[in-house]
Antibody, heavy 119, light 111 residues
Framework: QVQLQESGPGLVKPSETLSLTCTVS????????WSWIRRPPGKGLEWIGF???????NYNPSFKSRVTISVDTSKNQFSLNLSSVTAADTAIYYC?????????????WGQGSLVTVSS | QSALTQPPSASGSPGQSVTISCTGS?????????VSWYQQHPGKAPKLMIY???KRPSGVPDRFSGSKSGNTASLTVSGLQAEDEADYYC???????????FGGGTKLTVL
């Protein structure tokens, strides 16, 4: 059974960089796309971007200048860096695997990691 | 990147059917058959319920069905059960430059 687990600081200061890692167990990163998705408090889901196991990426234009998603197949991990954060970036951040078929279909999710942006 | 439009809330009694709409544009829902629907219970991760407009992943009850007409996709939940009470989100592919656009979410209440 594939499992995803987010890890990283729960508190980030304004203007700094938010960094999260997703560790995949029970399966390989190979041949899949892997996404980061967030849900701000009281708001809906927002897709941030995805990385293919080869390292190619696709980002939501709303984040493009601030976001970097990378992959480390040797550790079976992929990571999110979001720079110049503000209070509006406070959210639960999820990592998710793309289903082999069906664009925009995520079949496995992490439990979510709450990140608060505050001084 | 504009969010897809969903009604903020929907409700129905046990056993009834309810349909949740998701309206986009000719650049996303109207252009591609890549609409997915997710169910999210409080404190839990979202769960894939429908993909490619009408397809159900293994394990999802056939009470859940999807459809599309023009720029609007819909999720229908038939035979409502108490455990269906949750938030529901649609997402559509919008091309390589607008890859994934979520709807604002609909809170489904089972009366």
């Amino acid at each position: 059974q594939v499992q995803l687990q987010e890890s990283g600081p729960g508190l980030v200061k304004p203007s700094e960089t938010l960094s999260l890692t997703c560790t995949v167990s029970g399966g390989s990163l190979i041949s899949y796309n892997w996404s980061w998705i967030r849900r701000p408090p009281g708001k809906g889901l927002e897709w941030i971007g995805f990385v293919y196991y080869s390292g190619s990426t696709n980002y939501n234009p709303s984040f493009k200048s601030r976001v970097t998603i990378s992959v480390d197949t040797s550790k079976n991990q992929f990571s999110l860096n979001l720079s110049s954060v503000t209070a509006a970036d406070t959210a639960i951040y999820y990592c998710a695997r793309h289903q082999p078929v069906g664009i925009t279909s995520f079949d496995y999710w992490g439990q979510g990691s709450l990140v608060t942006v505050s001084s | 990147q504009s969010a897809l439009t969903q009604p903020p809330s929907a409700s129905g009694s046990p056993g009834q059917s309810v349909t949740i709409s998701c309206t986009g544009s000719s650049s996303d829902i109207g252009a591609y058959n890549y609409v997915s629907w997710y169910q999210q219970h409080p404190g839990k991760a979202p769960k894939l319920m429908i993909y490619e407009v009408t397809k159900r992943p293994s394990g999802v009850p056939d009470r859940f069905s999807g459809s599309k007409s023009g720029n609007t996709a819909s999720l229908t939940v038939s035979g409502l059960q108490a455990e269906d009470e949750a938030d529901y989100y649609c997402i559509s592919y919008g091309g390589t430059r607008n890859w994934g656009i979520f709807g604002g979410g609909t809170k489904l209440t089972v009366l």
